[in-house]
T-cell receptor, first 118, second 115 residues
Framework: AQTVTQSQPEMSVQEAETVTLSCTYD???????LFWYKQPPSRQMILVIR??????QNATENRFSVNFQKAAKSFSLKISDSQLGDAAMYFC???????????????FGKGTKLSVKP | DTGVSQNPRHKITKRGQNVTFRCDPI?????LYWYRQTLGQGPEFLTY????????KSRLLSDRFSAERPKGSFSTLEIQRTEQGDSAMYLC?????????????FGDGTRLSIL
């Protein structure tokens, strides 16, 4: 079974600084997707960034980028120029690719609570 | 696109009572997912619908849980004879038939508290 581990329950960053959130996962499959979701307090989960395992190039979305190390099964999220609005729970998630109609649902880590200091 | 809507936002009930939650996905999204999120944990998959067909169920979905999506639009999740351990946030998500990445759009969730 696949597992996702986020070893940092809480992180803190100064506004305008850079922070990296860690995520490792375990799978025996070679094709899969990885995601980072943001969940602000009492608000809905929002997709931040996603990565296809077959792509060597790291995904980037504005201030958010990932460091995908497939051999090490590591998928960290870097937030540059942190803003107060980035404060939230961040969840790393894994999903196997669709095979034979199976949906391969998301498997989430326990999350990292990010605080941003003004 | 009004987003995924869930009702109620909060539900407080006594142990042993039945509760029902509703999820309205983004219109024309044929895929709908239910997840449960307990305190300090990430969401855990419960069940998945494609149109009106319930195609996958997690082992977490005990006999006391039932989900329906009768016309392929909104979905309901019912919990019978609630227990303390059912206290959690219940999340609904949807995605379109063309979305190969899975559930991308989540609702605000229904927070269930069992007294």
């Amino acid at each position: 079974a696949q597992t996702v581990t986020q070893s940092q329950p809480e992180m803190s960053v100064q506004e305008a600084e850079t922070v990296t959130l860690s995520c490792t996962y375990d799978t025996s499959e070679s094709d899969y997707y990885l995601f980072w979701y943001k969940q602000p307090p009492s608000r809905q989960m929002i997709l931040v960034i996603r990565q296809e395992a077959y792509k060597q190039q790291n995904a980037t979305e504005n201030r958010f980028s990932v460091n995908f190390q497939k051999a090490a099964k590591s998928f960290s999220l870097k937030i540059s120029d942190s803003q107060l609005g980035d404060a939230a729970m961040y969840f790393c998630a894994y999903r196997r690719m669709n095979y034979g109609g199976s949906q391969g649902n998301l498997i989430f880590g326990k999350g990292t609570k990010l605080s941003v200091k003004p | 696109d009004t987003g995924v809507s869930q009702n109620p936002r909060h539900k407080i009930t006594k142990r042993g009572q039945n509760v029902t939650f509703r999820c309205d996905p983004i219109s024309e999204h044929n895929r709908l997912y239910w997840y449960r999120q307990t305190l300090g944990q990430g969401p855990e998959f419960l069940t998945y619908f494609q149109n009106e067909a319930q195609l996958e169920k997690s082992r977490l979905l005990s006999d006391r849980f039932s989900a329906e999506r009768p016309k392929g639009s909104f979905s309901t999740l019912e919990i019978q004879r609630t227990e303390q351990g059912d206290s959690a946030m219940y999340l609904c998500a949807s995605s379109s038939r063309d979305d190969r990445y899975g559930p991308q759009h989540f609702g605000d969730g229904t927070r269930l508290s069992i007294l």
